[in-house]
Protein backbone atom coordinates (compact mmCIF):
# COMPACT_ATOMS: atom_id res chain seq x y z
CA UNK A 1 0.00 0.00 0.00
CA UNK A 2 1.05 3.67 -1.13
CA UNK A 3 -0.50 6.79 0.55
CA UNK A 4 1.08 9.96 -0.29
CA UNK A 5 0.22 13.12 1.90
CA UNK A 6 0.57 16.84 0.82
CA UNK A 7 -1.35 18.92 3.92
CA UNK A 8 -0.40 20.32 7.24
CA UNK A 9 1.31 18.97 10.20
CA UNK A 10 1.80 19.68 14.09
CA UNK A 11 5.38 19.74 15.06
CA UNK A 12 4.77 20.72 18.78
CA UNK A 13 4.03 24.48 18.70
CA UNK A 14 4.81 24.88 14.80
CA UNK A 15 2.19 23.96 12.21
CA UNK A 16 3.95 23.39 8.34
CA UNK A 17 3.05 22.29 5.40
CA UNK A 18 4.34 18.95 4.79
CA UNK A 19 4.93 16.34 1.89
CA UNK A 20 5.38 12.60 2.55
CA UNK A 21 5.96 10.15 -0.31
CA UNK A 22 4.47 7.28 1.43
CA UNK A 23 3.23 7.06 5.24
CA UNK A 24 2.56 3.64 5.09
CA UNK A 25 6.13 2.68 5.57
CA UNK A 26 8.50 2.41 8.61
CA UNK A 27 11.18 4.40 7.54
CA UNK A 28 9.09 7.68 5.56
CA UNK A 29 11.09 11.05 4.65
CA UNK A 30 8.66 14.65 4.24
CA UNK A 31 9.56 17.75 2.86
CA UNK A 32 8.81 21.02 5.13
CA UNK A 33 7.81 24.19 3.16
CA UNK A 34 6.75 27.44 3.70
CA UNK A 35 8.19 27.44 7.53
CA UNK A 36 12.01 27.87 8.13
CA UNK A 37 12.65 25.77 11.10
CA UNK A 38 14.76 26.86 14.09
CA UNK A 39 17.49 25.00 15.75
CA UNK A 40 15.38 23.72 18.60
CA UNK A 41 13.33 21.57 16.06
CA UNK A 42 16.67 19.88 15.16
CA UNK A 43 17.94 19.06 18.61
CA UNK A 44 15.78 15.39 18.93
CA UNK A 45 12.94 13.34 18.21
CA UNK A 46 9.65 15.19 16.92
CA UNK A 47 6.26 14.34 17.43
CA UNK A 48 4.70 14.82 13.73
CA UNK A 49 1.03 14.34 13.56
CA UNK A 50 -1.31 14.80 10.34
CA UNK A 51 -3.60 17.35 10.47
CA UNK A 52 -5.27 16.70 6.89
CA UNK A 53 -6.86 13.83 5.07
CA UNK A 54 -5.82 11.03 4.34
CA UNK A 55 -4.10 10.40 7.98
CA UNK A 56 -5.99 12.90 10.03
CA UNK A 57 -4.96 12.75 14.46
CA UNK A 58 -2.15 10.50 13.05
CA UNK A 59 1.07 10.84 14.08
CA UNK A 60 4.38 9.85 14.16
CA UNK A 61 8.32 10.20 15.67
CA UNK A 62 10.77 11.77 13.02
CA UNK A 63 14.09 13.58 13.51
CA UNK A 64 14.22 17.08 12.01
CA UNK A 65 16.99 18.22 9.24
CA UNK A 66 17.55 21.69 8.65
CA UNK A 67 18.43 23.07 5.01
CA UNK A 68 20.95 25.71 4.66
CA UNK A 69 17.97 27.95 3.29
CA UNK A 70 15.85 27.18 6.47
CA UNK A 71 13.56 25.26 4.91
CA UNK A 72 13.65 21.55 6.25
CA UNK A 73 13.26 17.96 5.52
CA UNK A 74 11.51 14.90 8.19
CA UNK A 75 12.94 11.58 8.31
CA UNK A 76 10.49 9.26 9.89
CA UNK A 77 11.85 6.88 12.82
CA UNK A 78 8.50 5.10 13.11
CA UNK A 79 4.46 4.24 11.56
CA UNK A 80 1.57 7.12 11.45
CA UNK A 81 -0.92 5.45 14.29
CA UNK A 82 -3.76 7.30 15.34
CA UNK A 83 -3.79 8.24 18.73
CA UNK A 84 -6.09 5.85 20.07
CA UNK A 85 -3.91 2.60 18.98
CA UNK A 86 -1.07 3.97 21.46
CA UNK A 87 -3.13 3.60 24.59
CA UNK A 88 -3.54 0.64 26.70
CA UNK A 89 -6.04 -1.68 26.74
CA UNK A 90 -7.71 -1.58 30.47
Request: aromatic residues 8%.
Amino acid sequence: MRTPYAGRADLGDLVVNLTIENVDVLHWDGEIAGTALTDSFCNGPLTVTLLDQPRPGWSATAVAERHADGSGRLVGTGHFRSSWARRPLY
